[in-house]
């Protein structure tokens, strides 16, 4: 006993197992990796804050927004960010300043995000050798997308970090005899975090084919009067929060669907026959998930040439980095997915499967990877299972 706690893997399995250690380690792993980011970076965009820059941003600094979330015929961006970018504009006397905040702000959840999956990950694969345990970890400080939203300013942070928590609870909700204790403090989470990317509130309805509402209704027949009162009245205003938030949405979505949506593309073929527009539309359909598993935005941007830049101006050498980052985030998302349908149990699958419907309203009409970054968090840490050894998967 004593030799094996003093042999090397022993330690480091002992404190990746832990969420504590997992932390540190993306976190070290993350600052030593952000300096060459930020060089090579600067390489091939020569804008100041290159890899921050946020057009949204200003958007969101406008507190005037504020002002359409209960008018139902307006977008409103999402209010829990647009508080935040508004707090952090007034902290702020300079722009690094302000960078620093949302530097700050980024990595402590992204990293808090992918250490609470990492942990669930490694929890079901504790007889997996240390070698892929590692390696899961290492794939998930490598990947230059997550990396660059790690200190980037952005509501899509928040949006892993809520997607990974929906997760985790619907882990748990898998076994409908079981009753878990904090179905409250999810739901409440969940919430908060949706009004700060608004992935979240469409998937509510869903949460019906689970244990979640079972253990919700029996945590508030527990709980007394006192406490049962300030939870409906938090849960409503969070509620009506959401919705209008959500209302808001929809008028953007139709706004997207009226100007080159899925079905506007099926319908305007009015030339082709039938046949012909279903293949069409089959056909756009598949390059829509492959640009959310390989495009970055600025490709998107660019009507998904990947060979030049919208503005020569904008990037240096575009075909290069384009092509390069595409192939790089197909290739591990796509293997991160595969492992994820073969190495992992029916549970973790199913769960993941259950999660992808926030993607669903996307592919109608506007796809690239922005809109996959919580999931390639899973992808990344999955996919050194993928060279596992078969071993039989336990529900």
């Not at 480091?12 to 993306?26: D, H, Q, S, V, W």
């Not at 504009?89 to 808090?112: A, D, P």
Request: proline share 3%; with cysteine; aromatic share 18%.
């Amino acid at each position: 006993m004593i030799f094996k706690q003093n042999n090397p893997y022993f330690v480091i399995e002992n404190f990746i197992n832990t969420k504590r250690g997992l932390f540190i380690a993306l976190i070290i792993g993350k600052l030593i990796l952000l300096p060459f980011l930020l060089y090579f970076a600067a390489k091939f965009d020569p804008r100041d804050f290159n890899i921050l820059i946020l057009p949204d941003l200003i958007k969101y600094e406008d507190t005037k927004s504020l002002l359409n979330l209960f008018d139902t015929n307006n977008f409103s961006p999402s209010l829990g960010f647009l508080i935040l970018a508004s707090l952090i504009k007034l902290l702020s006397n300079t722009e690094l300043i302000k960078y620093i905040f949302y530097g700050f702000i980024s990595i402590t959840i992204m990293t808090f995000s992918q250490t609470l999956l990492l942990h669930k990950i490694i929890q079901l694969k504790k007889d997996s050798s240390i070698f892929l345990k590692s390696s899961a970890i290492f794939f998930s400080i490598i990947n230059f997308y997550i990396l660059i939203y790690s200190i980037k300013p952005s509501s899509d942070v928040f949006g892993c970090l809520s997607i990974v928590i929906l997760f985790l609870g619907l882990i748990k909700y898998q076994n409908k005899d079981d009753y878990y204790k904090g179905s409250i403090l999810w739901i409440l989470s969940l919430l908060v975090l949706s009004l700060f990317r608004n992935n979240l509130f469409i998937v509510f309805p869903f949460l019906i084919f689970t244990n979640a509402f079972k253990c919700f209704i029996q945590e508030i027949k527990e709980n007394n009067k006192k406490t049962n009162l300030i939870f409906f009245i938090i849960l409503s205003f969070l509620i009506i929060l959401n919705l209008y938030q959500f209302l808001g949405y929809l008028v953007l979505y139709k706004y997207d669907q009226e100007n080159g949506g899925l079905l506007t593309n099926l319908f305007n073929n009015a030339n082709e026959n039938l046949i012909q527009r279903l293949f069409y539309f089959f056909l756009i359909f598949i390059k829509k998930i492959l640009f959310l598993i390989s495009a970055r935005e600025s490709i998107a941007i660019n009507n998904y040439d990947y060979f030049i830049a919208q503005n020569t101006t904008l990037f240096n050498y575009p075909s290069l980095i384009n092509i390069g980052t595409a192939l790089y985030l197909f290739l591990t998302n796509f293997l991160g997915l595969l492992s994820i349908n073969t190495k992992f149990n029916i549970s973790f699958r199913n769960t993941f499967l259950f999660i992808l419907i926030p993607l669903i309203p996307l592919l109608s009409y506007w796809t690239h990877h922005r809109y996959f970054l919580a999931y390639s968090l899973f992808t990344n840490a999955c996919l050194p299972f993928l060279f596992e050894k078969n071993r039989s998967l336990k529900k």
